[in-house]
C-alpha cells in the first residue's frame, strides 16, 4: 500500500516540478561530462595539463555546495506546498517516521530518475567536451560512444552526497514536527517575511547607496591589492540583499503616492500581485542575483581569456621557431628533421642582433607607463634596443605573405606591436636620423603586421629595428633563429617529437639570475653576459638589477633603469648549450593554464545559472491555484481572456527581469575589470589596443546567459499556459 503510494506521489511530483527534474538532469550530465576529463586517456597525453584533474575536482567541489544548496531548497519547498496533504497523513495515523520515510523514498525516486537521464545525455556530452578541449591543442578527435565507468562512479559519488544530506536533514524536520506546524507550515516562511522590520522605503535608499558604493570600490580601487574589489563586492551583496527586502514595500510607498497612475489601466492588479510575490521570496531574489551575476562574470572571464590566448597565438606568426643562443649556427639538420615528419613551406634562418642604443627601448617604457603596466623586469636580451639585417626581413615578410615595401640602402625601419606604432612613428619623424653602430642613418617607416615580437625570444621584444646590413657587422648577435611555415598545424604530440632530438621547449615562465654586468657597450658576446650565476632562480615579472646600463640621449630616466642593488637581470636560455624550440604552437601549449580556466569557468557557469534559473521557475509556477481563481474573478467583473493572459504574461516577465539589472551591471564591470588586468600583467605590450576585444567577451557571456535564461522563461510561460488552461 505504502509502495502504491510512494510511486504515485513520486509521479505527480515530477509532473509539477519537471523543470526542476530537468535542471538535475542537465546538472549530472555536465558533471559527467567534465569529470570524464580527469579519466580521458587522450587527454592525459597531452602535456602541460597536470593541473587540468585537480582544477576540475576543486570545480566539482564547489558545485556540489551549489547543487546541495538547490536540492535542500527545492525539497524544502516540496515540503511546504505539500504540508496539508503530509498533515492529512498524520491525521490517519501515519507516524512521523512513516511520513518521514515516504517522503524520502519519493524524492529518492526522482534523484534516481534524474541521475539515470542525465548519466546517459553525460555520455554524449562527454564526447563533445573532450572534442572541445583537443581541439584546443590542435589534437585530432574521432566522435564515438563509450562509457566510463570510474566516471560514473565518481559522478554517482557527487550526486549522493549532496542529495542524501539534503534529504536526510528534512527526514530529521519531519520526524519532530507537530501537526499543528505541519498544517500552517506553508505560510510560516510568509508570514516572518511579511514582519521584517527591514522592508520600508527608506532601506530601498540604503541598499542602492551600498550597491553604488560597492560599485565604485570595485572601480576606482582605492586601496589596491584586491582588497577594494573584495570590500566592493560585499557592499553589492548587502546592497542586493537590502534591495530585494526593500523594494516591496518602496513600491507599495509610491503605489499610495500615485493613486492616479495605480487606478490607471491594469496597473494596481499588477504591481499588488507583484510586490506580494516579492516578499514571499526576497531573500531568494538576493541570492539567484548573486548566482546569475556570478554566472556571467565566470563565462565573461573565460571568454576573455580564451579571446586573449587566440590573439596571442594569432600574433605569433611562425609555426616554428629555433632559438641558438649566442650566436648563428647552421640549422640544416633541424630542418631536414622536421621535414620528414611536418611538410616545411617556407623557411629562413637570420641573427637578431644588439647594440648599445636605448632610444625605442625607452619609447617602449614610456608607452607602457602611459598604459599604467605594472613594473616588469626586462629579460637580460631586451635592456637595449635589437636589431635585424634588411635582407632578412624582407624575406621574412616574402615568406608571410605581407606586402613588399621599398627600403632604402642608408634607411631604419622599425617592425613593432600595434600599440607602439603611433609612439614610434612619431618618433622618428622627429629624430629626422638614427646613430646604430656608428652609422647615421635615416629614419624610415614604421610597420606593424603580426611579426612574432608579442612575447620573449622571437623578433625582437615588441619591436626590431631594421637596418642596412652592413650596420650589423661588428654587433653581438643575441641570439639565432630558425623560423619555419609548416604546411598544417603542429600538436602537442609533435611538438613532444620535435624535442626528442635535443631541443628543449622554450619556457618563458622560468629562469636564472645574471650576474657581473657594467655596462651595454661591454658586452663583448652573448657568452660573456650570460654567465649564470650560482644564485637563486627569478621568475620573469620580480624584481632584478643591473649596473651601469645608461642611454646615449639621456632618454631613460634614473628610475627607469634596473636598480644597483644586486648587479643581476634574468634570462630563460637556462641551458647555454642548448637550442630552444618555440613558435606559434609551442606558445599555445604554454597557455595551456588558459584554457583550462576556461573549461572550469564555463562549467561553473552553466550550473549556476541552471540553479537560479530552476529556483525562479518553480516559484513562477508555484500559485497556479490561486491565480486560477483571481484569473476566475477577473473574467466575471468584465476582463477578456486576452487582457487576463496579457496581465500574467506582464507579471511573469517582471519576476523574470528582477534579479537581472544588478547582476548584469556587476558582472559586466567585473569582466572588463579582469580582462584589463590580464591585458596589461602581461610582459609584453598589449595585444589589442582598444576595448572591443573586452565587449566581446561581455557579448559572449550576456548572450550564451540570454539563450539559457530564455529557455527556462519559454519553458515557465508554456507550463504558465497551461496551467491557466
Not at 105 to 127: D, K
Request: proline fraction near 3%; include cysteine; aromatic fraction near 12%.
Amino acid at each position: 500500500m505504502l509502495g502504491k503510494l510512494v510511486l504515485r506521489n513520486a509521479k505527480r511530483q515530477l509532473g509539477d516540478y519537471v523543470l526542476y527534474f530537468i535542471t538535475i538532469s542537465c546538472a549530472v550530465a555536465c558533471m559527467y561530462a567534465y569529470n570524464a576529463l580527469i579519466f580521458s586517456e587522450q587527454v592525459k597525453r597531452l602535456p602541460r595539463l597536470e593541473i587540468l584533474p585537480l582544477m576540475v575536482i576543486a570545480t566539482s567541489l564547489l558545485i556540489i555546495l551549489v547543487l546541495g544548496w538547490l536540492v535542500s531548497y527545492m525539497t524544502g519547498y516540496m515540503l511546504r506546498k505539500r504540508s496539508r496533504e503530509l498533515s492529512i497523513y498524520m491525521v490517519s495515523g501515519l507516524s512521523n517516521r512513516t511520513i518521514a520515510g515516504l517522503f524520502l523514498y519519493e524524492n529518492l525516486m526522482i534523484a534516481g530518475m534524474a541521475f539515470v537521464f542525465g548519466l546517459l545525455a553525460g555520455i554524449l556530452l562527454s564526447r563533445l567536451v573532450e572534442a572541445a578541449v583537443l581541439r584546443m591543442f590542435g589534437m585530432t578527435f574521432t566522435l564515438g560512444f563509450s562509457v566510463s565507468f570510474q566516471t560514473a562512479g565518481v559522478t554517482l559519488l557527487y550526486f549522493a552526497g549532496m542529495y542524501l544530506f539534503a534529504l536526510h536533514k528534512n527526514k530529521r524536520r519531519l520526524r519532530k514536527i507537530r501537526l499543528y506546524d505541519l498544517l500552517y507550515y506553508d505560510r510560516q516562511n510568509e508570514g516572518r517575511l511579511l514582519k521584517q522590520k527591514s522592508s520600508f522605503p527608506g532601506v530601498f535608499i540604503l541598499s542602492l547607496l551600498f550597491y553604488a558604493v560597492g560599485n565604485m570600490l570595485i572601480i576606482l580601487r582605492p586601496m589596491g591589492k584586491g582588497y577594494d574589489v573584495l570590500l566592493g563586492l560585499a557592499f553589492v551583496v548587502t546592497g542586493l540583499f537590502a534591495f530585494f527586502f526593500s523594494v516591496p514595500s518602496f513600491l507599495a510607498s509610491q503605489l499610495e503616492k500615485r493613486k492616479g497612475w495605480a487606478y490607471r489601466k491594469n496597473h494596481l492588479i499588477i504591481f499588488r500581485e507583484f510586490t506580494s510575490k516579492l516578499r514571499s521570496m526576497s531573500v531568494v531574489l538576493g541570492i539567484l542575483s548573486v548566482l546569475f551575476m556570478l554566472a556571467v562574470f565566470f563565462f565573461g572571464t573565460g571568454a576573455a581569456a580564451r579571446i586573449f590566448a587566440d590573439r596571442s597565438v594569432e600574433l605569433n606568426v611562425f609555426d616554428i621557431m629555433i632559438l641558438h643562443p649566442g650566436g648563428m649556427m647552421d640549422f640544416s639538420a633541424y630542418e631536414k628533421r622536421i621535414g620528414e615528419s611536418f611538410p616545411i613551406q617556407k623557411s629562413c634562418s637570420y641573427g637578431i642582433y644588439g647594440w648599445e642604443s636605448r632610444e625605442f627601448f625607452s619609447l617602449r617604457r614610456q608607452a607602457a607607463q602611459e598604459l599604467e603596466k605594472p613594473q616588469r623586469l626586462i629579460y637580460a636580451e631586451y635592456l637595449s634596443d635589437t636589431y635585424m639585417k634588411q635582407s632578412d626581413y624582407l624575406y621574412l615578410r616574402q615568406m608571410l605573405g605581407y606586402e613588399i615595401p621599398e627600403v632604402y640602402e642608408n634607411t631604419c625601419y622599425v617592425h613593432c606591436t600595434p600599440s607602439l606604432a603611433g609612439k614610434f612613428s612619431d618618433y622618428m619623424e622627429k629624430a629626422g636620423t638614427i646613430e646604430v653602430n656608428g652609422y647615421e642613418l635615416n629614419a624610415g617607416g614604421v610597420f606593424s603586421e603580426p611579426f612574432s615580437q608579442n612575447d620573449t625570444y622571437g623578433n625582437g621584444l615588441d619591436y626590431v629595428v631594421v637596418v642596412p646590413d652592413k650596420v650589423t657587422d661588428g654587433m653581438e648577435i643575441r641570439y639565432g633563429l630558425y623560423a619555419a611555415v609548416t604546411e598544417q598545424p603542429l600538436n602537442s604530440a609533435e611538438l613532444e617529437q620535435l624535442t626528442d632530438g635535443g631541443l628543449v621547449l622554450l619556457d618563458r615562465g622560468n629562469g636564472k639570475s645574471v650576474s657581473q654586468w657594467k655596462s651595454v657597450s661591454q658586452w663583448k658576446s652573448v657568452s660573456q653576459w650570460k654567465s649564470v650565476s650560482e644564485g637563486r632562480p627569478v621568475s620573469p615579472g620580480k624584481s632584478a638589477s643591473c649596473e651601469g646600463l645608461t642611454s646615449r640621449d639621456g632618454l631613460v630616466p634614473p628610475d627607469d633603469l634596473l636598480s644597483m642593488e644586486t648587479g643581476r637581470a634574468v634570462t630563460s636560455l637556462i641551458y647555454p648549450d642548448k637550442d630552444y624550440l618555440s613558435g606559434k604552437w609551442v606558445q599555445k601549449e604554454s597557455l595551456s593554464q588558459i584554457y583550462v580556466l576556461l573549461i572550469c569557468l564555463v562549467y561553473l557557469s552553466v550550473i549556476l545559472e541552471i540553479t537560479g534559473a530552476a529556483i525562479l521557475a518553480t516559484q513562477a509556477l508555484s500559485d497556479g491555484e490561486k491565480k486560477k481563481r483571481r484569473n476566475s474573478i477577473l473574467g466575471q467583473l468584465g476582463m477578456s481572456g486576452k487582457q487576463i493572459a496579457r496581465l500574467d504574461s506582464r507579471q511573469l516577465m517582471l519576476l523574470f527581469l528582477l534579479p537581472l539589472s544588478p547582476a548584469l551591471i556587476t558582472s559586466g564591470r567585473l569582466i572588463y575589470d579582469g580582462a584589463r588586468k590580464l591585458l596589461l600583467d602581461t610582459l609584453g605590450m598589449p595585444v589589442f589596443t582598444g576595448n572591443m576585444w573586452i565587449w566581446q567577451a561581455v557579448a559572449m557571456a550576456v548572450g550564451f546567459f540570454a539563450a539559457l535564461y530564455g529557455i527556462y522563461y519559454g519553458a515557465v510561460r508554456m507550463a504558465a499556459e497551461k496551467q491557466m488552461g
